[in-house]
């Protein structure tokens, strides 16, 4: 720095030693203990937030997610160790943009080269924490800040927080040496806006080429919205145009509901060989921290204001990540919806081929029409009933080859059927997804077909349906009505014939369909069957048998509709996960209320 000058304060404003006075004092509030306290409420909050998930695809979410890191991260860095411990020394974080001069200003403040400062960016690579020797247990311990590791050494490690003593350095004040929150770093970067979220007092720099820039003002507007209190600090102002930048760094401030901030110039000058400012130009800040530091009272004010304004941001906060939550479960929640929207089509396409005649063409026709004989069988049906008996008993009892491959080709016509409607059910399903952006980022190309087995499990199901069919005929043969009429004929047969009258409908109404490529042998299977066992047993049995094959079908298509389901389980936000937060944040506000820190004189600590 190769020119000097006088420092100032806010320039043009009549009120700027008012302005960068220390907060006033206020009164402790009140402890609380037990379930209602405000830590048992924000460690509640916490595990609620903790427990939530939002792993949908969904335009909410990736905020959702970094939210709620930055909400742990203030509360495991901040609310939680500093409600333990309102008296702890007052920690003034400084931040500001690459090249402001923080460090330099630190180093100044606390009379010692603590914090590497230099050419290079970006300068601050782990953050410094400087205090006076009698703060430093505080600090060490690792209350605050517990997911940094403290060290005594310099590190380039951005996780590491490097503890440093100054006796110069009042007690009960702390400086931190943020990295830049413009960092090229994006580790830096994060980790400046965690610390400036751990901060008691903001104290922001900028410089007179700067000051303007969006990132900055982007946090200031957090930290206004957060009741944070902020010192701004503006560095290396040429002494020609000190009067116009910092009366338009003040009007920007006043736009921004940010007027009441202390705003100290810092002209341009240059450094000692320790690489300190002239003390007359830090003298204004350093006298403001002196008294700050020397008033426990007004140390404590700036606390409660901080601490209030992020326990009062919470709630908003919190209910935003709630309404991300419902929204991730009203996604998957849609998402299912549509899997088993194809699933119950592809079963309502089964249960119709059970109606409309279609499972009969072919070869069950062909099989069926061999089985009972349709040649010279059908052309008795009109002669005397206990002929028409003799005759099937015969063909039934004297014709295994045909039974087997009548029950064959009932198999694979059901087979078929199975297959086809997997094959559209997870089609539609996976169309469905696709055009949901939550279901797009949770495809397989594999969910757009059937499982790989799924031919041999349909296989296994309706050969576990037939034998089930053949019991069924053993048990209904308990009733000795039903043994009398059936007593002459072989379990097998009967179950095939029941086969037969669930492919043509319980109530053997002939379809055109069936009539036209039956040619009328299904009719005539009816007058065989019911003059056989009777038409009620008939459609008893062949009811029965319908409903077990429904709900074979039903646990086969919903094995493969679990291919997606279990997809969305996985992703699945609890169902009252939205309630949960809103229930813990407002616990949290009723704590507040309760504990006296939403009742600080916010006019007095600014």
């Known amino acids: 720095m190769t020119t000097h000058g006088d420092p100032a304060t806010r320039s043009g404003a009549p009120a700027v030693a008012a302005r960068t006075d220390p907060p006033a004092a206020a009164e402790e509030p009140p402890a609380t203990t037990g379930d209602d306290s405000l830590p048992g409420a924000l460690s509640g909050l916490r595990e609620a937030i903790g427990a939530t998930r939002y792993p949908l695809a969904l335009p909410s979410a990736g905020s959702a997610r970094h939210t709620a890191t930055a909400l742990t991260d203030q509360l495991d860095d901040y609310l939680l160790p500093r409600l333990a411990r309102l008296d702890a020394p007052l920690l003034v974080v400084v931040g500001g943009s690459t090249g402001a001069g923080k460090s330099t200003l630190v180093n100044s403040l606390v009379k010692a080269r603590v914090s590497a400062a230099g050419v290079l960016r970006p300068t601050t690579r782990s953050p410094v924490l400087v205090c006076n020797p009698s703060d430093a247990a505080w600090f060490r311990q690792g209350d605050l800040l517990p997911g940094l590791t403290r060290t005594t050494e310099p590190s380039d490690d951005p996780r590491a927080l490097h503890l440093v003593t100054a006796p110069a350095l009042p007690a009960g004040l702390a400086f931190l040496d943020a990295p830049d929150i413009d960092s090229v770093v994006d580790a830096n970067r994060a980790l400046a806006t965690q610390l400036l979220a751990a901060a008691d007092l903001w104290l922001f720099v900028t410089t007179a080429a700067r000051y303007a820039d969006a990132v900055p003002w982007e946090l200031l507007r957090s930290a206004r919205a957060r009741g944070a209190v902020i010192a701004m600090v503006l560095d290396r102002v040429p002494a020609e145009a000190t009067d116009e930048i910092a009366a338009h760094l003040t009007e920007m401030l006043a736009e921004q509901d940010l007027g009441r901030a202390p705003l100290f110039v810092l002209p341009e000058t240059w450094t000692d060989g320790q690489g300190l400012l002239p003390e007359g130009v830090t003298a204004p800040l350093a006298d ?63 249960e119709q081929g059970l109606q409309d005649g279609r499972l009969l063409r072919g070869e069950v026709l062909a099989r069926w029409q061999e089985f009972v004989g349709t040649g010279e069988l059908f052309r008795t049906l009109e002669a005397r009933i206990g002929r028409l008996r003799d005759r099937v008993v015969a063909a039934v009892t004297g014709r295994p080859a045909p039974a087997v491959e009548l029950r064959n080709a009932i198999e694979s016509q059901l087979v078929t059927l199975l297959r086809g409607v997997a094959s559209e059910a997870a089609e539609s399903a996976y169309t469905g997804w696709k055009a949901h952006p939550a279901g797009a980022g949770l495809l397989d190309p594999a969910l757009a077909h059937p499982s790989d087995d799924l031919p041999e499990r349909a296989e296994r199901m309706v050969r576990d349906w037939q034998r089930g069919v053949l019991e069924l005929v053993r048990v209904e043969g308990g009733d000795k009505r039903f043994v009398a009429r059936t007593a002459a004929y072989a379990v097998n047969a009967t179950g095939l014939a ?109």
């Open 498 to 606: 029941v086969m037969i009258a669930v492919f043509a409908s319980t109530a053997f109404i002939p379809t055109g369909l069936e009539l036209a490529t039956g040619a009328g042998t299904t009719v005539a299977a009816q007058a065989v069957l019911q003059a056989i066992f009777g038409d009620q047993a008939v459609r008893t049995l062949a009811a029965k048998a319908r409903t077990d094959l429904l709900a074979r079908v039903r646990t086969l298509l919903d094995a493969e509709a679990d291919r997606f389901l279990s997809r969305t389980a996985d992703a699945r936000p609890a169902a009252d996960a939205g309630d949960d937060l809103r229930r813990a944040a407002g616990r949290v506000e009723l704590a507040r209320h309760r504990s006296g820190l939403s009742a600080a004189d916010e006019e007095g600590s600014r």
């Open 288 to 350: 403001w921290f002196a008294r700050l530091a020397a008033d426990a009272d007004a140390r404590a004010a700036v606390v409660r204001q901080t601490l209030d304004g992020a326990l009062a941001a919470l709630h908003p906060t919190v209910e935003a990540l709630a309404d991300a939550a419902d929204e991730q479960l009203a996604a998957a929640d849609g998402l299912d919806e549509r899997v088993r929207a194809a699933y119950r089509g592809a079963e309502r396409t089964v």
